[in-house]
């Protein structure tokens, strides 16, 4: 069993920062990857239909989401199964609870519990 623990998210205005990171702790065995997804609170839709962000592999490849690529950047620490989302520039439209999401070598799927993200002038 893998467990996520996410923190950083918060309140911010246009244009400021936030820093996300997602502690995974379990049987979790390479090749794996990380990524963040995000969804607005309160719409409704299965974890499924999250909006993809962001992923790494344990190898170091990332992929983003177009509306963010320049703006946020992932990493992982190997050593503690950790990744981070570094958010800068914030859009209002950035605006989402967002997920933690690990996929095993097994290719099962395990998912944070979410943390707010409000950009807010």
């Known amino acids: 069993q893998v467990q996520l623990v996410e923190s950083g998210g918060g309140l911010v205005h246009p244009g400021g920062s936030l820093r996300l990171s997602c502690a995974a702790s379990?049987?979790?065995?390479?090749?794996?990857?990380m990524a963040w997804y995000r969804q607005l609170a309160g719409d409704g839709r299965d974890f499924v239909e999250r909006?993809?962000?962001?992923?790494?592999?344990?190898?170091?490849?990332?992929n983003y989401v177009d509306s963010v690529k320049g703006r946020f950047t992932i990493s992982i620490d190997k050593a503690r199964n950790t990744a981070s989302l570094q958010m800068n520039n914030l859009k209002p439209e950035d605006s989402a609870v967002y997920y933690c999401?690990?996929?095993?070598?097994?290719?099962?799927?395990?998912w944070g519990q979410g943390t707010q993200v409000t950009v807010s002038s």
């Open positions: 909006d993809f962000v962001a992923h790494i592999t344990d190898s170091g490849d990332t």
């Open positions: 999401n690990l996929q095993n070598h097994d290719d099962k799927d395990y």
């Open positions: 379990g049987s979790i065995f390479s090749p794996y990857g």
